[in-house]
T-cell receptor, first 112, second 113 residues
């Protein structure tokens, strides 16, 4: 089983749509969880951290289910500028090292 | 806003040549990382560095790779004898103490011919 698994997509949605991405991770000892966004040929940029209680940042909502080892990202009222690859990222290191383990990413295209 | 910088943005080299990729992490950060991303593939951890030594390295980070923080501001990745399969985007990241977030530089695109 892959350490971090995502549906690669692509997801093609019209502007204004709601879209949800899912991610599963294999290591139950994983400590922290993130969604990064990556535009074509650019560096990954942190979109949001993911907490067990769920967290929301504007149109973006992230959820974590530790029992199922499952992470989700919901984007509401999608904009053209949301078109990117969304990377599910897990840190399984409880110490100071904090190396990140990455999913392959889910590609989103928002169409006018 | 402080940011991680990397040079060069692009590097083309011949197989077998040495390359040095440079990074300037955010100034008060203590933890430094190199990741790579082969075109069309996922981002992969290479190495982490703290307190002037490697804290962890992946299987990819073999004897051909080395890292150094030569002067307190730069953080370099050296590939001694490049192979075709080293062609990738190399990202440097840094993190402050007691922080979760790693901040990424814009990357160096390495092409080995």
């Amino acid at each position: 089983r892959k350490e971090v698994e995502q549906d690669p997509g692509p997801f093609n949605v019209p502007e204004g749509a709601t879209v949800a991405f899912n991610c599963t991770y294999s290591n139950s000892a994983s400590q922290s969880f993130f969604w990064y966004r990556q535009d074509c040929r650019k560096e990954p940029k942190l979109l949001m951290s993911v907490y067990s209680s769920g967290n929301e940042d504007g149109r973006f909502t992230a959820q974590l289910n530790r029992a199922s080892q499952y992470i989700s990202l919901l984007i509401r009222d999608s904009k053209l500028s949301d078109s990117a690859t969304y990377l599910c990222v897990v840190n399984k290191d409880a110490g100071n090292n904090r190396k990140l383990i990455w999913g392959l990413g889910t590609s989103l295209a928002v169409n006018p | 806003e402080p940011e991680v910088t990397q040079t060069p943005s692009h590097q083309v080299t011949q197989m077998g040549q040495e390359v040095i990729l440079r990074c300037v992490p955010i100034s008060n950060h203590l933890y430094f990382y190199w990741y790579r991303q082969i075109l069309g593939q996922k981002v992969e951890f290479l190495v982490s560095f703290y307190n002037n030594e490697i804290s962890e390295k992946s299987e990819i980070f073999d004897d051909q790779f080395s890292v150094e923080r030569p002067d307190g501001s730069n953080f370099t990745l050296k590939i001694r004898s490049t192979k075709l399969e080293d062609s990738a985007m190399y990202f440097c990241a840094s993190r402050g103490d007691f922080q979760e977030t790693q901040y990424f530089g814009p990357g160096t695109r390495l092409l080995v011919l």
